[in-house]
Each structure stands twice: as structure tokens, then as C-alpha cells.
């Protein structure tokens, strides 16, 4: 059993950056890829990043590559989602997951946390 917390999210300009963190707890011993996901009112959800276990492999979705970076602290059990010039369009409320496979992650992922959510005002 893992736990995700996330945690960051507020209210900002276009423009702006925020960090958003997702905090693992439980089995956390076990090489989990993560990502993170996005997801507004009657939309559907929206793979944004990933990274592999280790660290080395990273993919993001087309809409923010360049501007979000994912990265991951394995000794403080965290990953984390440096998001830099920030649109309206990013406004949504953002998730962390995890699994122990790298393409699962990306479409079904056995863990979730409960979401933070980010708004950018134009």
C-alpha cells in the first residue's frame, strides 16, 4: 500500500511558476514509477509527466514540454512538478500517482493522491 499526498497548488497569474509536491508513504521501498495528472470539470484527464523509478526516464505531454519540469527526491520519498509560465489553460486540479511500471502509469495507475488544485488567472 502507498499513500500519495499532494500538496503547492494555489491561485496565480499568467506567468507565474509554482512547485507542487506529492509526498509517498507506505511501501514506499519498492522502485514505484510516478506522474502527474490534470483534470477540470468536464474534461477528461490529462496525462501531464512521468518519470521512470530511478529517475533517468521522463516524458511529458506535448502542452507542457518546456515549461514543466518533473523531478523526484527518492531519499525524502517525493516527487515533485516545477511548473514555469503558467497559462489559463493549465488551471485544473493536479494529481500525483504511482506504479511499479513506467507505461502503466501513464494510462491506469494503481496508486493516486487526493489532488491539489491550480487556478491561473489570465
Known amino acids: 500500500q502507498v499513500q500519495l499526498v499532494e500538496s503547492g497548488g494555489g491561485l496565480v497569474q499568467a506567468g507565474d511558476s509554482l512547485r507542487l509536491s506529492c509526498a509517498a508513504s507506505g511501501r514506499t521501498n519498492r522502485p514505484y514509477a510516478m506522474g502527474w495528472f490534470r483534470q477540470d470539470p468536464g474534461k477528461e484527464r490529462e496525462f501531464v509527466a512521468a518519470?521512470?523509478?530511478?529517475?533517468?526516464?521522463?516524458s511529458y505531454a506535448d502542452s507542457v514540454k518546456g515549461r514543466f519540469t518533473i523531478f523526484r527526491d527518492n531519499v525524502k520519498n517525493t516527487l515533485y512538478l516545477q511548473m514555469n509560465s503558467l497559462k489559463p489553460e493549465d488551471t485544473a486540479v493536479y494529481y500525483c500517482?504511482?506504479?511499479?511500471?513506467?507505461?502503466?502509469?501513464?494510462?491506469?495507475?494503481?496508486?493516486w493522491g487526493q489532488g491539489t488544485q491550480v487556478t491561473v488567472s489570465p
Open positions: 518519470m521512470s523509478s530511478g529517475g533517468v526516464t521522463t
Open positions: 500517482a504511482a506504479d511499479v511500471n513506467i507505461v502503466k502509469v501513464r494510462a491506469a495507475p494503481d496508486y
